[in-house]
């Protein structure tokens, strides 16, 4: 091995490690009192339950960057699903156009062990110009929501841990 390549692997050792495994807490108040959680060709239950699970998902998905004993727990307050639900015939649909953006409110709390390193009650997000924006992506559920969620992470939440 080339001297190069052995100082590499010795930086690359000696390096302190940041383990990331932080962990979400998400809480959620009745989907009947949401501002639009309305299912289009589904139950009301069964579709609230895959809100759920989705934006759950992918809180914990986001919080795993954070380093690890750190905890995120997020309660959300309203919730407004990007589109509206419309007659459509004899189904419902829920048509997404420009008018109907997403918007979330919650409270958050980003702890670790021993100290709460950021908290704010009625964060309120909204994202008027989501359909002028660039999808990446394959098609998924509440990507627009979930976008938004991803880019006030970002922001607000990691820039917390400089």
């Known amino acids: 091995m080339n001297s190069v390549k052995k100082i590499a692997m010795l930086m690359f050792i000696a390096l302190p490690s940041v383990v990331y495994a932080g962990e979400a807490q998400v809480k959620w108040h009745d989907f009947n009192d949401y501002r639009d959680a ?3 060709n589904q139950t009301k239950g069964s579709y609230h339950k895959q809100i759920a699970k989705s934006i759950d998902e992918h809180f914990a998905k986001l919080s795993e960057q954070l380093p690890k004993n750190y905890t995120l727990k997020i309660e ?7 589109g509206d639900v ?5 189904n419902e649909i829920r048509v997404v156009e420009p008018i109907h953006f997403p ?3 919650f409270n958050y709390v980003l702890s670790n062990e ?17 359909m002028d924006k660039i999808k990446r992506g394959r098609e998924e559920a509440f990507h627009y929501e979930k976008r938004l969620l991803t880019e006030w992470f970002d922001e607000q939440v990691l820039t917390k841990l400089d």
């Open 76 to 82: 959300v307050t309203d919730l407004d699903l990007a």
């Open 103 to 105: 918007r979330i409110k």
């Open 114 to 130: 021993s100290e709460v390193i950021s908290s704010e009650d009625n964060v309120s997000l909204k994202d008027m110009s989501f």
């Open 86 to 90: 419309r007659y459509g015939g004899v």
């Open 38 to 40: 309305r299912p289009s």
